[in-house]
């Protein structure tokens, strides 16, 4: 790949998620669809076989937030319980 379609691939996709964790979410669709698009003219059959496995790649990621939402419960639940026993001591031991 020539360095011009390297530049332009990284530039937009990069453009493209700053864009969408910024908050212009058309803007950075646009752009990083751009990038994907370019890099799919070099290398449709890389591509055809990333569609066909798509699928795969989403029940992976569910599952992969699945679990993360697992740990943030369970990390909320234990620190809402240390800081009512953290208050709790502390009016046992300043008084109210």
């Given amino acids: 790949m020539q360095t ?3 530049i332009a691939i990284l530039g937009a ?4 998620a700053a864009m969408l964790l910024s908050g212009r979410r ?4 646009a752009l990083t669809t751009g990038g994907l698009a370019l890099l799919a003219s070099e ?7 990333l569609v066909e496995d798509a699928p ?3 029940n992976k ?3 992969f937030l699945a679990t993360l939402k697992k740990v943030g419960g369970g990390l909320i639940e234990d620190g ?4 009512a026993n953290a208050l709790r001591d502390m009016s046992a031991q300043f008084g109210d």
């Fill in 4 to 6: 011009w379609k390297k």
């Fill in 13 to 16: 996709v990069g453009a493209g």
């Fill in 26 to 29: 058309a803007l950075g669709a």
């Fill in 43 to 49: 290398y449709p059959e890389k591509f055809e076989d």
């Fill in 56 to 58: 795969e790649y989403l």
């Fill in 61 to 63: 990621g569910i599952e």
């Fill in 80 to 83: 809402q319980r240390r800081s």
